[in-house]
């Protein structure tokens, strides 16, 4: 099994946290982008080569694992979970990618208010489940939650001081297994 996507990837590093998976590093956005298009028409990593298919999606790369009994299968309630994280993802990342190319977002246009809404419902959402300790158990949607976290730690697209248990969550993950290794401050 091969995964193909960029060191600093969100969606790459939960899926680096869950299996050792034999990494293809690449630069989506620049170097790679030509080998991205002939592996994944929906040009977004990661993307896992096994037994000659190309899976996209983490969620899709999951549940084949989960299919394989490489993992347990996750309940709705963890299921629903994982939507969250992976929601405020797709908010942060598509912020992310628009500062990048200096395009500025009016939080006022229906873009703005969309992502603005979604990433305040799902971190408060999240803050309730951590307080609960939804959290405790290391398993996937854990691993999603603090891959999330640190990268919009380090790319500053995030603040966490209104939301003390997932502060206290993240913090508490230093000492998992591939958490130092898969640190996206190590690629840059």
């Known amino acids: 099994m091969k995964l193909y996507g960029s060191l600093t990837s969100p969606y ?12 293809v590093a690449m630069n989506i956005y620049e170097a790679d982008r030509e080998k991205l298009k002939k592996i994944s ?16 999606d983490s ?13 347990p299968q996750l309940n709705w309630e963890r299921q629903n979970l994982l939507s969250v994280i992976d929601g405020a ?4 990342i598509n912020r992310f990618l628009l500062k990048r190319s200096n395009i500025e977002l009016d939080p006022t246009s229906v873009l703005g208010r ?17 307080g609960k300790e939804k959290f405790e158990e290391w398993d996937f949607p854990s691993m999603s939650l603090y891959a999330l976290m640190d990268w ?7 603040s966490y ?13 230093s000492h998992r ?12």
């Open 89 to 92: 993802m797709d908010s942060l």
């Open 161 to 173: 001081e209104k939301f003390p248990s997932l502060v206290k969550f993240h913090a508490a993950q």
């Open 12 to 23: 790459v590093r939960k899926l680096r946290l869950l299996t050792n998976f034999d990494l």
């Open 114 to 130: 969309s992502h603005g809404d979604r990433l305040s419902l799902s971190f408060a959402h999240l803050e309730e489940a951590a």
């Open 152 to 158: 919009s730690l380090f790319r500053e697209l995030q």
């Open 177 to 188: 297994p591939r958490v130092a290794e898969t640190d996206p401050r190590r690629a840059v």
């Open 41 to 56: 028409p929906v040009m977004k990593i990661p993307v896992l080569e096994i037994d000659g298919a190309y899976l996209y």
């Open 59 to 71: 969620r899709v790369i999951f549940n084949e694992l989960v299919n394989r009994g490489l993992h």
